[in-house]
């Protein structure tokens, strides 16, 4: 792919963004952004929240890590399905009957002023890490493809990367990202069967052979059985279990498009299925990392070529490959589409629970409310970039692997707060649910790193589960009984 059909590709992606920006954003206001005043269709909301929930980690982290995990990510998404249904039927219907805009409004009323903000500062926290990991991921592989040759500095890729997604999102919000979403999800499922098609064609098998040399190489193992094990399939069902329970349920950022739906049965329609189909997809694209694999290993490509980064072999064999310019163009618009797709709403998300959590601007008029959303939309625009740049200097690991580590420490005491408030009917001394919240992360890692040798156990992507246990101790001996009326 020639740099100017690149080039094409991004402007042409971006414009149709902004074009469907400037068509849902009309007669917007600040309902408009935090709710689109409940009026999503669900099966769109369902769709968009398959691009959402795969982002950029997806597309480039789940192939790449293949060579060194085979399928078990695969345990981990059954768990995932597990966790929706938690959602769609304990979490879902709590958030629809309380009318909530942020969901951690349910803190407040269930604790209090202390631990609302608490759990709000959490989400924050979470989703800034989150949401520039998913950015980082994009922005490197543009680095690498094309803005590296011009000897354009990775921080100005950083900053067109996160302007563009301002641009998109700044008046229309979380209805404009349900419809973007979308789109996304399209580019990003074309791009996925279209390289998968291109890779069998290329070493000549037809779909039934592609799927028996995927199913018989090394690649293909699902069920991890030795409890010894790091990818021992109860730990990955589990954990992947509370990770989505926590990272959608207990996530403003997945909530909101939930919330917007037309009622709850609207919604809870929406994640069922959405569920379903996540499993199907996310096999695809472990079927799409062996194909890789098994491509390269005929090419002679190998992961020193790409300084053993497994992440970028999807991106070398799609735009250095032999595979033709179509597979080039459509791996782009995949790319871009997964990241985008995750980090917009990320940032709609966080202006929102900024401005209801922490400022609460319903008390403000209309004129006012818009004032504070544009300039926290700002805020955690330039946030984003900060983080971005800090993950860009110290990382070296997966990104998909970083990702669940930070989610872990970070998500773990709003899992703990929330199991509390539902399984418990007991009083908290509110005050006090701040320095557990930060206890329980700090004891979590100390564990984390010392537990392999003080107890023979190597802790992997369960420390949320730990660290979801410690704040729910801790709450516990900080409650008493509910005083009888």
């Not at 269709?41 to 968009?48: F, K, M, N, P, R």
């Not at 989703?127 to 520039?132: H, K």
């Not at 921080?155 to 067109?160: I, Y």
Request: charge should be positive; charged fraction near 10%; aromatic fraction near 16%.
């Amino acid at each position: 792919m020639t740099t100017a059909v690149i080039i094409l590709v991004l402007l042409g992606y971006f414009l149709l963004l902004i074009a469907v920006s400037l068509y849902t954003s009309r007669n917007a206001d600040t309902q408009t952004f935090f709710n689109a005043h409940h009026s999503s269709a669900w099966y769109l909301v369902a769709y968009g929240m398959i691009g959402a929930s795969l982002s950029g980690v997806t597309f480039i982290s789940v192939p790449g890590n293949v060579w060194q995990t085979a399928f078990a990510y695969l345990q981990m998404v059954f768990g995932y399905f597990l966790g929706y249904l938690v959602i769609a039927f304990v979490l879902l219907p709590l958030y629809y009957r309380l009318n909530v805009v942020s969901i951690y409004q349910y803190l407040r009323k269930r604790f209090g002023e202390y631990t609302y903000k608490t759990g709000a500062s959490f989400f924050l926290l979470s989703r800034t890490i989150g949401a520039a990991f998913r950015l980082y991921l994009m922005a490197s592989v543009l680095q690498f493809i094309l803005f590296d040759a011009w000897h354009i500095p990775f921080f100005v890729t950083v900053l067109v990367t996160i302007f563009l997604i301002w641009v998109y999102t700044a008046k229309g919000g979380i209805k404009t990202v349900v419809y973007t979403d979308t789109l996304q999800t399209t580019f990003m499922l074309v791009s996925l069967a279209i390289t998968m098609w291109s890779i069998s064609k290329a070493m000549g098998w037809d779909m039934q052979e592609m799927i028996q040399q995927v199913s018989q190489s090394k690649y293909a193992k699902i069920w991890f059985t030795e409890p010894g094990d790091t990818k021992f399939f109860l730990k990955y069902i589990i954990s992947g279990m509370f990770i989505t329970i926590v990272m959608t349920g207990l996530d403003q950022d997945m909530m909101q498009k939930n919330l917007t739906c037309k009622s709850l049965k609207d919604a809870q329609k929406n994640m069922l299925v959405f569920s379903i189909i996540l499993i199907v997809v996310n096999l695809l694209f472990l079927t799409l990392g062996a194909l890789l694999y098994l491509y390269a290993e005929a090419n002679h490509i190998t992961l020193e070529m790409l300084n053993n980064k497994t992440d970028l072999l999807f991106p070398h064999i799609a735009l250095n490959g032999n595979l033709g310019i179509t597979v080039g163009i459509f791996f782009l618009l995949g790319l871009i589409a997964a990241a985008y797709s995750s980090a917009d709403s990320a940032l709609t998300a966080l202006t929102t629970s900024a401005c209801i959590d922490i400022i609460e601007v319903d008390k403000y008029p209309e004129q006012k409310k818009r004032s504070i959303k544009n300039k926290m939309h700002i805020v955690f625009s330039a946030l984003l970039f900060v983080v971005i740049m800090l993950f860009y200097l110290y990382n070296d690991d997966s990104v998909i692997t970083s990702l669940f580590k930070a989610a872990g420490f970070t998500y773990g005491p709003l899992l703990g707060m929330y199991a509390f408030g539902l399984f418990t009917k007991r009083e908290v001394n509110d005050k006090f649910v701040p320095i557990i919240s930060i206890l329980a992360p700090t004891l979590s890692l100390l564990l984390f790193f010392n537990a392999e040798e003080l107890l023979g156990i190597k802790i992997g992507f369960e420390i949320l589960l730990y660290n979801g246990l410690l704040t729910y101790i801790g709450l516990y001996f900080l409650s008493h009984k509910k005083a009888s009326a």
